[in-house]
């Protein structure tokens, strides 16, 4: 009689504990959906800062959930925590996930590597045939009158190097910091530029997958040691994941700009709106495709045009092919020839990127290319063609 009261006892203790242990998991389960509910209220008013001790607390409660660690990486991301974020954001990519919010998850990855200080540098020996874009013509007769083409395509060497820095300086805030130093010299033309730009930026995502950087642009140019030109304006580009794991990329640049010269000196506006669309790689090549539309507005007599662009670029691991097409059209008369010009741009370009380093830990990339202008203004044209040894930013 004893034993069977034992046996009740235990059956009555195992029958409690499952049932608290039911009854602690329903417990669990509605704390995590409370919880889950009070973040995403707050973070879509914005208040990530809030809502991340809500996503922190359901996690606690069940550390495996993972469109809880999505949303609470994203959080982390736009208060300025990228290093937690990329923490949350990799473990999510052992999950399976709908190819929306793969792609969602790796572009959030891409741009948390872009946060981290950067410094690179690139280099390129050039030999270029016509570096001044000169006509390749002596004189065009117009309407009669013939005119002499003084500038004549100069076949020469020359040089650049670049220096590009990119940081976070401000403590708790998440602008950044871009700097580039740039020279360039050419042989037969005396020719030397140098210039640098500072640009102040900001990431901000507008969408579960589109993200948009703006930046504020400062240049200064200096043309064989004298001051050549100041530019200052702003750029805005939307990063926008499409179907199939593409991305839209949308542009639009505005500058104004101070120029000198020993001729004059003049200001102006440079406008410009870009659309693109980048292609995931399949079979080992990307595709880039871009249309643009530009235009260009000086203070000064006949200095104005509009530019029509077309690119497209298929990139491989070895080779890049580049193909680009504008029609400029300038406003007014052309001062030199009194007729209203056009001007037909094409330019074709390979990018060949050795396996095999030259220099120990050193890529280095050959550019060939050739570009032509041809003008509505009788034969006036101009060719130029290239080859550039250059080790990439």
Same mark, same amino acid.
């Given at each position: 009689?004893?034993? *069977? ?6 059956? &009555? ?28 209220? $707050?973070?879509?008013?914005? @208040? ?43 473990? =999510? *990519? ?18 948390? =590597? ?7 540098? %690139? ?24 005119? @002499? ?39 037969? !033309? ?10 102040? #930026?900001?990431?901000?995502? &507008? ?19 004298? !001051?050549?030109?100041? %530019? ?7 990063? !926008?994941?499409?179907?199939?794991? /593409? ?13 000198? $010269?020993?001729? =004059? ?39 104005? /045009?509009?530019?029509? #662009?077309?690119?497209? @670029? ?10 680009? *097409? ?8 052309? $001062? ?39 003008? /509505? ?17």
């Amino acid at each position: 009689m004893q034993g *069977l009261d034992n046996m009740n006892y235990k059956s &009555i203790l195992s029958v409690a504990i499952s049932f608290y242990l039911v009854q602690g998991v329903a417990m669990a389960n509605n704390d995590i959906v409370a919880l889950f509910k009070q973040g995403i209220t $707050e973070s879509s008013k914005g @208040n990530c800062k809030e809502a991340i001790p809500y996503f922190e607390s359901a996690l606690e409660i069940d550390q495996n959930i993972n469109r809880i660690q999505i949303e609470l990486a994203k959080c982390l991301y736009l208060t300025g925590d990228s290093k937690r974020a990329k923490e949350y954001f990799t473990k =999510s *990519l052992d999950y399976p996930n709908d190819i929306a919010v793969q792609q969602s998850i790796l572009l959030f990855l891409q741009e948390i =590597s872009k946060k981290e200080p950067v410094v690179r540098w %690139s280099a390129s020996l050039v030999y270029d045939s016509n570096p001044t874009g000169s006509s390749d013509i002596d004189s065009i007769n117009i309407n009669g009158i013939q005119y @002499n083409v003084d500038s004549k395509p100069k076949a020469s060497w020359g040089a650049n190097l670049t220096h590009y820095t990119k940081n976070r300086p401000f403590k708790d805030s998440d602008y950044f910091v871009e700097t580039i130093a740039s020279t360039a010299y050419f042989d037969k !033309h005396d020719n030397t530029q140098v210039s640098a730009d500072i640009n102040l #930026g900001k990431e901000v995502m &507008i969408s579960p997958s589109s993200l948009m950087t703006v930046k504020g642009l400062y240049n200064k140019t200096y043309y064989q040691g004298d !001051h050549l030109l100041d %530019s200052t304006g702003i750029n805005a580009t939307i990063y !926008h994941q499409l179907d199939g794991g /593409n991305t839209g990329i949308y542009g639009l640049t505005i500058k104004d700009f101070d120029y000198t $010269e020993s001729r =004059s000196a003049y200001s102006g506006t440079d406008k410009k709106f870009q659309f693109g669309i980048n292609t995931q790689p399949k079979d080992g090549v990307s595709y880039f495709g871009e249309v643009s539309y530009a235009t260009y507005s000086a203070d000064r007599n006949s200095d104005s /045009n509009k530019t029509r #662009g077309l690119q497209f @670029n298929a990139s491989g691991d070895v080779v890049s092919a580049l193909i680009g *097409l504008s029609k400029v059209e300038y406003d007014g008369i052309d $001062e030199t020839y009194s007729v209203v010009r056009d001007d037909t741009k094409r330019k074709v370009e390979f990018t060949i990127k050795p396996k095999t380093q030259f220099i120990n830990d050193l890529n280095l990339n050959i550019v060939l290319g050739y570009s032509e202008t041809d003008s /509505n203004i009788a034969s006036y044209t101009s060719n130029k063609s290239y080859v550039y040894f250059k080790k990439p930013l």
